[in-house]
């Protein structure tokens, strides 16, 4: 089955910064990755979401780059704010199978 | 769109005693619903996939006869914990696929249940 790998578990950074959290996983026949938000006691939210037939995907302060060569995609935040201070889940799929999710990210955006 | 509801959002309830959650995809049908259990500070584990008419799949690990799973409908799906134990309490959050639109891949997610078994 798929297996996805996340880094880092924590990261902290200075507001107006940038961040990236990266993840792999290791079925090639993976071909949807989604990330989620989730704030505490929270639902997860997507935020964003990659197929594969694209590199690179933006939105406002988000984008997202996949390489499938490499079977890695990263998620990419410009522009810090500490409302961006959550945990962040990346996961890969393919079709209509279940999802398999990283372990999470927890950003922190220190104002 | 695409809105998830889960009921109830916490729950207290004694060893011994069942207790069922509902996940309803309130604006668009959901073939698909899944059900996660996550513990804090950690990731989302899935439990089972539950299909709209048929027996849901569980994943390895998973009591099928503790955490029975029914989905009548192509808005609701129920998970119903039996004879709970205290390791049973976590945050039980289910998760919704479209029917179609799109790629159908997108899934949203309720807003999990706090459940506490005293």
């Known amino acids: 089955g798929e297996n996805v790998e996340q880094h880092p578990s924590t990261l902290s950074v200075q507001e107006g910064d940038s961040a990236v959290i990266k993840c792999t996983y290791s079925?090639?026949?993976?071909?949807?990755f989604p990330w989620y938000k989730q704030e505490l006691g929270k639902r997860p939210q997507l935020i964003i979401d990659?197929?594969?037939?694209?590199g690179e995907k933006k939105d406002q302060r988000i984008a997202v780059t996949l390489n499938k060569t490499a079977k890695h995609f990263s998620l990419h935040i410009t522009e810090t704010q500490p409302e961006d201070s959550a945990v962040y889940f990346c996961?890969?799929?393919?079709?209509?199978?279940?999802?398999?999710f990283g372990k999470g990210t927890m950003l922190l955006v220190s104002p | 769109g695409a809105v998830v509801s889960q009921h109830p959002s916490w729950v207290i309830c004694k060893s011994g005693t069942s207790v069922k959650i509902e996940c309803r995809s309130l604006?668009?049908?959901?073939?698909?619903m899944f059900w996660y259990r996550q513990f804090p500070k950690q990731s989302l584990m899935l439990m089972a996939t539950?299909?709209?008419?048929?027996?849901?799949?569980?994943e390895q690990g998973v009591e099928k006869d503790k955490f029975l799973i029914n989905h009548a409908s192509l808005t609701l799906s129920t998970l119903t914990v039996t004879s709970a134990h205290p390791e049973d309490s976590s945050f039980y959050i289910c998760?919704?696929?479209?029917?179609?639109?799109?790629?159908?891949?997108?899934?949203?997610f309720g807003p999990g249940t706090r459940l506490t078994v005293t």
């Open positions: 998760s919704a696929r479209a029917v179609s639109g799109g790629a159908g891949y997108e899934q949203y």
């Open positions: 079925d090639s026949a993976s071909n949807y």
């Open positions: 990659i197929r594969s037939n694209v």
């Open positions: 996961a890969a799929g393919s079709g209509y199978s279940t999802l398999t």
């Open positions: 604006d668009f049908q959901a073939t698909t």
């Open positions: 539950s299909n709209e008419g048929s027996k849901a799949t569980y």
